[in-house]
């Protein structure tokens, strides 16, 4: 099983489509009015939670994912079709990142949680809509609002139900080879695995997802050797198996090799020391590993000696490390679905309402530019092709006051204003 950690994808969602103008021209109705239609939404990205997924792997191929543009309006007052909308599945605990800001954007905590990343632009209206008392002919229409684009940073920080942490050569990948479906590389060096493996692993009718994670040192929560690479996968595992080696070739003081897991893991972070953390000792099958049973019984309780060449101790582990990660799953899926209800489908407000209606007026070469956000929005939004739409676009510079700032900025009646590329005069 490949496992990747980290993918940088580009999404866009779908651009709404524009409204039309059109006329109702039916025998018997010589004056119908106004027939256009709007334009169809443009379609969201969305990030999904699914249990079917283990890595991004798939996602880290595709370098931009978009959704689908809304269809433009049609006679007869006729609504384009909406956009489909993109589900780019992840990982249950993957964390999603704003690539620029680094700034978290949502946790993924829970299978069908699903967030709105990238809302889909809203159509633009039709003449129909912009009928009234006062203008029953309209020929105003919009184009719909352009999609969002966004940059994430996507990482899986929780890979697995229990994590297999100690230094190299305790024997995590021979204990995860014998008890699931992993198959990792088995070698006596050091860094041996230098990703996580992943091992489904069956007991008694139930299954947890075991990951054999890349062997520690001294130092690693300041991020030396593997360090920070290898100690973020275990943020999230509900129990921990700290294995130690009973073979002094493994260990020069097998006491000081537990202290120093225990060491790295609070300086990394006191939640990974905090969590249940179960002591493995391996290769208790070895001429030289009574001395070392002996320490540790006498310094701990509760541990448990296995040998995985003799399949010894196994069958009791596995009952143990089920039975408590039966409780915390128990727990922490409750609290887990209750934040995904209240997270469920949240969307981003659309565009117009967050529009920024400052104005800047600079003189270039004697031309006055203008930088509005809100400007530009209603530029884009307001096609300058009828009569009605160039009055209505000028409203939109009258909200903001142009002619006054441009004026403060030392234009003249009469003078150019440049709004992105767009000519004006000051009145």
């Not at 809302?119 to 003449?127: D, I, P, Q, R, S």
């Not at 003081?253 to 897991?261: A, E, R, T």
């Not at 030289?288 to 006498?298: F, R, T, V």
């Amino acid at each position: 099983m490949q496992f990747v950690d980290e993918a940088k994808l580009l999404v866009k969602s779908g651009s709404g489509g524009y409204g039309i103008v059109s006329w109702r021209r039916e025998a018997g109705v010589p004056y119908g009015g106004p027939y256009g239609g709007d334009g169809g939404k443009g379609g969201d990205v969305i990030i999904i939670g699914d249990n079917n997924v283990s890595t991004l792997f798939d996602i880290r191929n595709k370098k931009k994912i978009s959704a689908e543009d809304g269809e433009r309006g049609f006679t007869a007052k006729m609504s384009g079709r909406a956009g489909k909308d993109v589900y780019i599945k992840v990982p249950v605990g993957t964390t999603v990142y704003d690539a620029e800001t680094e700034k978290i954007i949502v946790d993924i905590l829970s299978v069908g949680q699903e967030f709105v990343i990238c809302k889909g632009g809203k159509g633009g209206y039709g003449n129909a809509f912009f009928k009234s008392s006062f203008n029953k002919v309209p020929t105003l229409h919009e184009n719909g609002d352009l999609g969002e684009t966004k940059e994430i940073l996507l990482k899986i920080r929780y890979i697995a139900d229990v994590g297999i942490v100690g230094f190299p050569n305790a024997g995590k990948s021979t204990l995860i080879n014998l008890i699931s479906n992993a198959k990792p590389k088995i070698a006596n060096y050091q860094f041996t695995t230098i990703t996580p493996v992943l091992g489904v692993v069956k007991n008694k009718g139930k299954e947890l997802i075991f990951a054999d994670m890349p062997g520690l040192i001294k130092g690693a929560s300041s991020g030396k050797g593997l360090g920070h690479e290898f100690l973020k996968h275990i943020e999230r595992c509900y129990v921990l198996i700290h294995l130690v080696s009973l073979d002094p070739n493994d260990n020069e003081d097998v006491l000081l090799s537990i202290k120093q897991i225990n060491d790295e893991l609070k300086k990394y972070s006191k939640i990974l020391l905090n969590k249940n953390i179960i002591l493995v000792a391996s290769k208790a099958d070895t001429e030289w590993s009574k001395a070392n049973i002996k320490k540790i019984s006498a310094k701990f309780k509760n541990v448990s000696f296995i040998s995985s060449k003799e399949n010894d101790g196994i069958d009791k582990l596995l009952d143990k490390v089920f039975d408590e990660c039966g409780k915390i799953i128990t727990k922490i899926k409750r609290a887990e679905n209750e934040q995904a209800k209240k997270s469920k489908k949240i969307e981003i407000k659309l565009k117009e309402s967050n529009v920024d209606k400052s104005v800047d007026v600079i003189k270039v070469d004697g031309i006055f530019e203008v930088n509005s956000p809100f400007l530009t929005y209603w530029q884009h939004k307001i096609p300058l092709d009828t009569k009605d739409n160039i009055v209505r676009f000028n409203q939109k510079m009258q909200t903001v006051n142009l002619d006054e700032v441009a004026k403060k900025a030392g234009a003249k009646t009469g003078d150019t204003l440049l709004l992105n590329g767009v000519q004006f005069q000051v009145d």
